[in-house]
């Protein structure tokens, strides 16, 4: 897969050097390109931005810039990726739909975001586009998300993660559960044990307290994703949790 990163602060891109991420772009898996914004600038200062149409506080970045940057960045086949507090909740969903594309271009406002027409411009001209906010927060700029964009959908290209099943038991995965506690040596540390049955060896009894630890967790932390569950997943001894 093909992410580009167009933002003013290119810097910020470098944790993405490390890790996962970082060995998937050396093997290969992941051809991760990061531009700078003002290149793309005509006059002297290289602005970006301008004062907002109907007054308010703060700046609006301009969309002939943008527009002559993503230009060049979206190729044929780009998918374009605005990360935005005012977007759809960015989930598990999103990272697996971005995961299939070839080519996301991941276009970072700063300031008071992107002029309006440039979202506007590329869905007229038959692309789409996906306006993503990470949370129910605000944050100085598009780069942090577009670190956590990368990331969540970097690891679902196939080979990036080393054990694949390492995919499936997380949380945020099929089951719509909150992943339960783990545990790992020392069996005993600070007076805590680990729950015994972990250690029995008996694997459909460790399976069923999993299941119970996670539907307990999640009920506690997350009762957005109980109701969402389909009730023919559960099965009866869930029902009685
Ligand atoms: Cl994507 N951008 C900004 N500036 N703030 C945010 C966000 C994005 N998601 C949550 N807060």
């Known amino acids: ?10 810097d910020y891109l470098a944790a993405l050097d490390l890790s996962l991420i970082g060995k998937a772009r050396q093997a290969g898996l992941l051809d991760l390109r990061v531009h700078d914004l003002r290149e793309w600038t005509t006059d002297r200062h290289r602005t970006v931005d301008d004062t907002p149409f109907g007054g308010g506080a703060g700046m609006v970045m301009r969309p002939d810039v943008w527009g002559q940057a ?26 697996e739909a971005l995961a299939a594309e070839s080519h996301l271009v991941i276009a970072c406002g700063r300031y008071e975001g992107i002029d309006a027409r440039v979202a506007e411009h590329y869905r007229a001209a038959g692309r789409e586009v996906s306006e993503l906010s990470i949370g129910d ?22 080979g990036v993660v080393g054990n694949p099943d390492s995919l499936v038991e997380e949380s945020h995965g099929a089951a719509g559960l909150l992943e339960y506690p783990v545990y790992t040596k020392p069996p005993v ?17 460790i399976d069923r307290w999993r299941r119970d630890r996670a539907l307990e967790r999640t009920a506690q932390r997350r009762p957005d994703m109980i109701a969402a569950l389909d009730a023919a997943a559960l099965d009866k001894h869930d029902r009685a949790l």
């Open 189 to 205: 540390w600070d007076g805590l044990e680990i729950p015994d049955v972990l250690a029995s060896g008996h694997h459909a009894r």
């Open 1 to 10: 897969m093909r992410i580009d990163v167009v933002t003013v602060f290119p």
């Open 70 to 95: 993503l230009d060049d960045v979206l190729g044929a086949d780009g998918r374009l990726v605005i990360p935005t507090p005012s977007g759809e909740v960015f989930t598990q969903r999103h990272a």
């Open 137 to 158: 927060y605000v944050l100085n700029g598009g780069e942090v998300a577009a670190l956590v964009l990368v990331e969540a959908v970097g690891r679902l290209l196939p």
